[in-house]
């Protein structure tokens, strides 16, 4: 699957999706051997400046793959942020401030399989 991502950056290089799902599946996967954090860090980095630093989407990304990465204050930071969103306010925000919560505590978010 991270393949796939890898493929669709390639020829889109611009494509958002395609950064925040390869982060996403770097920093979350519940199977140890397919987690980089550094790597869920470049990409969603990229996903951020993508969207100018706006979309809550892509900061919560980012903010799971520094909590992989163990840099729980930076993933508090960009978890904070992604708060800001309009979009995560309300009942909406509930996961976002779970995942919060879960960086304070210094756990990185894992995905079920």
Same mark, same amino acid.
């Given at each position: 699957?991270?393949?796939?991502?890898?493929?669709?950056?390639?020829?889109?290089?611009?494509?958002?999706?395609?950064?925040?799902?390869?982060?996403? !599946? !770097?920093?979350?996967?519940?199977?140890?051997?397919?987690?980089?954090?550094?790597?869920?860090?470049?990409?969603?980095?990229?996903?951020?400046?993508?969207?100018?630093?706006? #979309?809550? !989407?892509?900061?919560?990304?980012?903010?799971?793959?520094?909590? %992989?990465?163990?840099?729980?204050?930076?993933?508090?930071?960009? %978890?904070? %942020?992604?708060?800001?969103?309009?979009?995560?306010?309300?009942?909406?925000?509930?996961?976002? &401030?779970? &995942? !919060?919560?879960?960086?304070?505590?210094?756990?990185?978010?894992? %995905? #079920?399989?």
């Amino acid at each position: 699957m991270s393949r796939d991502y890898g493929e669709a950056i390639q020829i889109d290089p611009n494509y958002v999706t395609a950064y925040g799902s390869l982060a996403w !599946l !770097l920093a979350t996967c519940p199977t140890e051997k397919i987690r980089d954090g550094r790597r869920a860090i470049k990409m969603a980095t990229t996903a951020c400046e993508l969207t100018d630093w706006k #979309s809550g !989407l892509e900061l919560a990304i980012l903010a799971a793959a520094y909590a %992989q990465a163990s840099q729980f204050g930076e993933a508090s930071r960009y %978890q904070t %942020q992604a708060l800001e969103d309009p979009a995560y306010r309300g009942r909406a925000g509930d996961e976002f &401030r779970r &995942r !919060l919560e879960l960086y304070k505590q210094k756990q990185p978010l894992r %995905q #079920s399989t």
